[in-house]
């Protein structure tokens, strides 16, 4: 089975500043996609980005971008200039091909943004 | 945002009884997942569905079984609920198409057993 690991339970920003969140995975695929979904207190999961692992250049949406390393297979999550409504947990995700698309998540980060 | 509709919302039952969450997708997707969402797990899947009367298990299937009679509609049974199937329980769906296969979330039903 395929692991993702979040190592950082929790986080916190000023407004308007920038934050990282780390995710690393491991798997033997080749061909795979990598995610990162926000839930907000709403308890609603909401895709904020997603990466296909044959493309070398980053994702980006709006003031979200990732940093893909594929061979050190880690997928970090950049948001900018941080909002208040981007407090939140964050779950990294990955989907291979093999076994009807699945999803392996991470076990989040909390995400708190400070006034 | 996708047409996936969870029902119950909430639920609250007792140790022994059986359980049924319905998923309900109005997108035609082919794909359909069920999850359950326990701190310091992230979300596991328990079982998921490749077309109607296709399914197959997840990381944690034990006690669970699951039924696809219509593309719409996927149904999660708890035969008979333990404690340890207290939880917040994610259906979601995606389908093959010419970019990743995203997955798209219900809005979760929290399940409490005593």
């Known amino acids: 089975a395929q692991t993702v690991t979040q190592s950082q339970p929790e986080m916190s920003v000023q407004e308007a500043e920038t934050v990282t969140l780390s995710c690393t995975y491991d798997t033997s695929e080749s061909n795979y996609y990598l995610f990162w979904y926000k839930q907000p207190p709403s308890r609603q999961m909401i895709l904020v980005i997603r990466q296909e692992a044959y493309k070398q250049q980053n994702a980006t949406e709006n003031r979200f971008s990732v940093n893909f390393q594929k061979a050190a297979k880690s997928f970090s999550l950049k948001i900018s200039d941080s909002q208040l409504g981007d407090t939140a947990m964050y779950f990294c995700a990955f989907m291979g091909r093999v076994g009807g698309n699945q999803f392996y998540f991470g076990t989040g980060t909390s995400l708190t943004v400070i006034p | 945002d996708a047409g996936i509709t969870q029902s119950p919302r909430h639920k609250v039952t007792e140790t022994g009884t059986p359980v049924t969450l319905r998923c309900h997708q109005t997108e035609n997707h082919r794909y359909m997942y069920w999850y359950r969402q326990d701190p310091g797990h992230g979300l596991r899947l328990i079982h998921y569905s490749y077309g109607v009367k296709d399914t197959d298990k997840g990381e944690v299937s034990d006690g669970y079984s699951v039924s696809r009679s219509k593309t719409e509609d996927f149904l999660l049974t708890l035969e008979s609920a333990t404690s340890s199937q207290t939880s917040v329980y994610f259906c979601?769906?995606?389908?093959w198409g010419g970019g990743p296969d995203t997955q798209y979330f219900g809005p979760g039903t929290r399940l409490t057993v005593l």
């Open positions: 979601a769906i995606s389908d």
